[in-house]
C-alpha cells in the first residue's frame, strides 16, 4: 500500500462526511476517477480545510474514511494577509503563492489606488485557487477569502494584535527587525498596498488604527512580490 505521503489529497466541504461516509461532488468524481486515475478501492487523503485529514477509500460516488491522519504543517500563528487589489490577475498569484507560504485568511481591499473593480466570480475563483494551493503544500488549513472590503472598512474590522502596514518608501524599520518569534503573538496582519502605493492618507488611517508602518528593503517590489518577501520573513520566524 501506498504512503499517507504518496497518496494524492482532495479538499472537501466538512458537510460531506456523513457517518464516517464522504459525499463525493461530480466534480470530485471527475477529478478523482478521470484527472487522478484512482480506482473503486484505491485510497486517497481527504481534507475538510479545518485542520483534519483522513485516508479514504474510493468507492463510486462515496468514499469511506478508514482512519484519522496526523498533520503538522501549520504555522503556530494565524496570518492574515489584507492585499490591495494589483491590476488583472495578480491576485491569483497572490493567492497561490501565500497560501503555501502559511496564510490563514486573505482579507482583498480596495484602496484609494486600486484599479481593479473585482467581479463577483473572483472570489469564488480565488477560493479555488487557495484550495489547490493548500492541497499541493500539503497544509491542514484551507485559508478563508474575505469578501473585498475598502480599506477604511478593513482596517477598522481587524482585530489581530499584532498589524503591519508594508510602505515602499520612507524610513521605517525592517519587518525581519521588529517581528520577533519569542512574544506572545498568535494573530499577525501583513497590509501590502496596489501598484501605486498607499496614499498618505491611508498610511495615516492606519496608523492610527494601530499599525506599525514597515520596510521590506530598499528596493521598490512589485505588489505581488512583496506579500511573498513579507510572508516569507514571517514563516521563517515563527516555523517550529
Ligand atoms: N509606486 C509605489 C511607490 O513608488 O511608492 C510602489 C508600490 S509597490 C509596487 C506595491 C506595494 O508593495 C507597496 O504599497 C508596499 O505595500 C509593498 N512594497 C513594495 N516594496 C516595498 C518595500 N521595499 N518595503 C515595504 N513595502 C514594499
Not at 503538522?72 to 503556530?76: A, F, N, S, V
Given at each position: 500500500m501506498k504512503r499517507s505521503n504518496q497518496l494524492q489529497r482532495l479538499a472537501i466541504a466538512?458537510?460531506?462526511?456523513q457517518n464516517k461516509q464522504i459525499l463525493l461532488t461530480t466534480q470530485q468524481q471527475h477529478y478523482l476517477g478521470?484527472?487522478?486515475r484512482l480506482r473503486q478501492g484505491d485510497h486517497f487523503i481527504a481534507m475538510d480545510g479545518q485542520g483534519q485529514w483522513w485516508l479514504a477509500k474510493l468507492e463510486a460516488s462515496q468514499a469511506q474514511i478508514l482512519e484519522s491522519i496526523s498533520v503538522?504543517?501549520?504555522?503556530?500563528i494565524s496570518l492574515t494577509l489584507m492585499g490591495a487589489l494589483p491590476k488583472g490577475h495578480g491576485f491569483d498569484e497572490v493567492v497561490r503563492s501565500c497560501t503555501v507560504l502559511g496564510v490563514t485568511c486573505f482579507a482583498p481591499v480596495i484602496s484609494d489606488r486600486t484599479l481593479l473593480n473585482p467581479s463577483p466570480q473572483k472570489q469564488e475563483r480565488w477560493r479555488r485557487i487557495a484550495k489547490e494551493a493548500a492541497e499541493q503544500s500539503e497544509r491542514s488549513v484551507v485559508p478563508a477569502i474575505l469578501e473585498p472590503v475598502s480599506f477604511a472598512t478593513a482596517i477598522s474590522e481587524n482585530t489581530a494584535n499584532y498589524r503591519y502596514l508594508c510602505v515602499a518608501r520612507g524610513s521605517y524599520p525592517h519587518l525581519k527587525d521588529i517581528i520577533?518569534?519569542?512574544?506572545?503573538?498568535?494573530d499577525i496582519l501583513i497590509a501590502i498596498g496596489p501598484e501605486?502605493?498607499?496614499t498618505e492618507s491611508e498610511v495615516e488611517w492606519a496608523i492610527q488604527a494601530g499599525f506599525q508602518p514597515v520596510s521590506l528593503g530598499r528596493r521598490i517590489l512589485r505588489a505581488v512580490t512583496a506579500p511573498v518577501v513579507a510572508l516569507s520573513l514571517i514563516a521563517a520566524t515563527f516555523e517550529k
Open positions: 466538512p458537510d460531506q462526511l478521470n484527472v487522478l503538522q504543517t501549520e504555522l503556530p520577533n518569534s519569542g512574544a506572545e503573538i498568535s501605486g502605493g498607499w
